[in-house]
T-cell receptor, first 111, second 113 residues
Framework: GQQVQQSPTSLVLQEGENAELQCNFS?????MQWFYQRPGGSLVSVFY???GTKQSGRLTSTTVIKERRSSLHISSSQITDSGTYLC?????????????FGQGTVLSVIP | AQTIHQWPVAEIKAVGSPLSLGCTIK??????LYWYWQATGGTLQQLFY??????VESVVQLNLSASRPKDDQFILSTEKLLLSHSGFYLC????????????FGPGTRLTVL
């Protein structure tokens, strides 16, 4: 089965609303990262968050490693927040710090 | 500051033709290097990783190969492209050792016709 489950698959918000994106992992992990994927495919790192809570502007990430979950909170959403958000778990085995990605959440922020 | 470059930006190739994609990391010595691939509409998955020059490990069998000829260079290649190789290829690096953030390049879009 899928090791990384992201929810929701898609989300439509009105500008100014808050968004909560979830990521659940079926195996143990060392850390995790959140990315924004541009329409062309390139990745923008949003958070590297092994544990605890991190905030950057309107974005907040909370990771609870023992419970194998992480969330990304976007407050006061803006149209420019629209796009695909990916979470990825990292499990370091045999020298390989492998990232396993989720399927992504497609966020649409409308006026 | 470290920078990561990938080339080419995009390629359109015929089935059965050879392929070579490149990745260079500047400003970081002895990084761990990775290749990831995303089929159109699919999930990003790791293809290869390398922890040192000349040493590359395959993670997924896709009839592709990778090499690390220099400390700062990672090459992805095949002698015969398949339609299924189409997609987006991303190179990434991290510090050597356990559990570090990975930094991604801008990617290469490959279309196989």
């Amino acid at each position: 089965g899928q090791q990384v489950q992201q929810s929701p698959t898609s989300l439509v918000l009105q500008e100014g609303e808050n968004a909560e994106l979830q990521c659940n992992f079926s195996t143990s992990l060392n850390s995790m990262q959140w990315f924004y994927q541009r329409p062309g495919g390139s990745l923008v790192s949003v958070f590297y968050n092994p544990s605890g809570t991190k905030q950057s502007g309107r974005l907040t990430s909370t990771t609870v490693i023992k419970e194998r979950r992480s969330s990304l909170h976007i407050s006061s959403s803006q149209i420019t927040d629209s796009g695909t958000y990916l979470c990825a778990m990292e499990l370091a085995t045999g020298g390989n710090n492998k990232l396993t990605f989720g399927q992504g959440t497609v966020l649409s922020v409308i006026p | 500051a470290q920078t990561i470059h990938q080339w080419p930006v995009a390629e359109i190739k015929a089935v059965g033709s050879p392929l070579s994609l490149g990745c260079t990391i500047k400003g970081k010595s002895s990084p761990n290097l990775y290749w990831y691939w995303q089929a159109t509409g699919g999930t990003l998955q790791q293809l290869f990783y390398s922890i040192t020059v000349g040493q590359v490990e395959s993670v997924v069998q896709l009839n592709l190969s990778a090499s690390r000829p220099k400390d700062d260079q990672f090459i992805l290649s095949t002698e015969k492209l398949l339609l299924s190789h189409s997609g987006f290829y991303l190179c990434a690096w991290s510090h050597w050792g356990a559990s570090y953030e990975q930094y991604f390049g801008p990617g290469t879009r490959l279309t196989v016709l």
